[in-house]
């Protein structure tokens, strides 16, 4: 049985200081020759969707997918097909789909040695840029699982001469304590961040706890946190139908400020059951945003490498101040808007999301009075005022020289 001690949380020498360098360099961007020594100055988010399919995997390096994947199924081959079609790196599912309460674990080890065997093969194409294990949620409960997770990982990266990065599935319910135990044995902690799948479509700002859960192990393992968000379900109103948009926006902006250093969406895939009608509204809108962080605006470089600076004040003054709410008996309170303020590239940043379901109004404290404030998503100036109204559910993005 694996055991946890703090001898656990020992960075490894080389993987988790150069995470960073190896996220940038192998994932962050189009594979040319080879994807690890791409330069790490790329500043792309790293931006993907599992299991992305035919007509969308033809516009999505356009659209600013930086990375596709991962797939399901057991034809390996399709998820490098797919790859090679986009022209983008791919997560790369690795090993058998295991039933842990049926198996014999007398037959781990041999499944190990094929898993060595799968991954030095296919450590050759240089279009995979992280391997996924392909058992999901695995529970840190059961000695055998945590012994799978500790077997799993080291095998791959004993035979990966690249030393790519290695991701797990987590569930939506999973608290930072849990993530602590599974996570010492992963290069990036990924873990859902379903709003509407898990009761919360009305208490959004429940994404801010579920990444903070995320970056709380990241912090003591030395992983990168990322976020998993949701589009696998037709809507029912018209009402939710008109809410795409926003609810898409607010939850991967949200994420990015509470700490996602990368988003993950579940799921591409086009042919789902129950989701023909609103597969469109949803692709559309993660695309916009995958255009913005990764296209011309580039806002990804922000996120991932903007100085944080805290000279600006934010008060409600005119709406609802707190959001409230329960999950799992634990009582969560945060405010309304959430901000991030960074500096980059010379100019000086403030993103402030509303979770509310209604407007507020803020004051915000510290802009310079010199200055001509813009609005980063339509470059327009932005006129002075006492208060700023941010619409249910708005994300604000301010920039200034």
Request: net charge positive; charged share 20%.
């Amino acid at each position: 049985m694996a055991t946890f001690s703090k001898a656990h949380f020992r960075i490894a020498p080389v993987i988790l200081r150069l995470l960073p360098i190896i996220l940038t360099a192998c994932v962050f961007r189009p594979p040319v020759d080879n994807v690890t020594t791409l330069s790490p100055q790329s500043g792309q988010l790293l931006f993907s969707a599992y299991s992305l399919g035919i007509p969308e995997i033809d516009s999505a390096r356009a659209a600013g997918f930086t990375a596709i994947g991962p797939y399901y199924g057991k034809d390996k081959s399709y998820a490098l097909r797919q790859s090679d079609r986009a022209g983008l790196p791919l997560i790369y599912s690795v090993g058998p789909k295991i039933n842990f309460e049926k198996s014999d674990p007398a037959l781990d080890s041999a499944q190990l040695q094929l898993i060595a065997n799968e991954v030095r093969e296919a450590s050759k194409n240089l279009n995979i840029s992280i391997w996924n294990i392909r058992n999901e949620e695995l529970r840190h409960w059961k000695s055998r699982e945590l012994d799978w997770l500790e077997n799993i990982s080291s095998t791959i990266r004993a035979n990966d001469p690249k030393k790519r990065p290695v991701m797990m599935y987590e569930p939506n319910h999973r608290r930072s304590k849990d993530l602590v135990i599974t996570g010492q044995y992963l290069d990036l902690i990924s873990k859902g961040a379903y709003t509407n799948h898990v009761g919360m479509k009305d208490n959004r700002s429940w994404v801010r706890w579920s990444v903070e859960q995320t970056t709380a192990a990241a912090d003591i393992t030395g992983a990168t946190p990322v976020a998993v968000l949701w589009m696998a379900r037709d809507q029912r109103t018209r009402k939710d139908v008109a809410s795409i948009e926003r609810w898409v926006k607010h939850d991967i902006y949200l994420s990015l400020i509470s700490g996602a250093e990368g988003i993950l969406i579940y799921s591409g895939f086009n042919k789902r059951r129950g989701f023909h009608r609103h597969f469109s509204e949803f692709y559309s809108a993660y695309s916009t945003a995958a255009w913005q962080l990764n296209g011309p605006l580039n806002l990804g470089q922000i996120f991932l490498h903007g100085a944080h600076v805290d000279d600006i004040t934010i008060s409600i003054i005119d709406g609802p101040t707190r959001q409230q709410f329960s999950y799992h008996k634990e009582q969560i309170d945060y405010s309304s808007v959430h901000s991030m303020r960074r500096r980059f590239a010379d100019h000086n940043w403030l993103f402030m999301v509303n979770s509310a379901n209604e407007p507020v109004t803020v004051a915000v404290t510290g802009l310079p009075n010199n200055k001509q404030i813009f609005n980063v998503f339509t470059d327009e100036p932005m006129a002075r005022s006492s208060g700023m109204l941010i619409q249910a559910l708005e994300v604000k993005a301010l920039r200034w020289k």
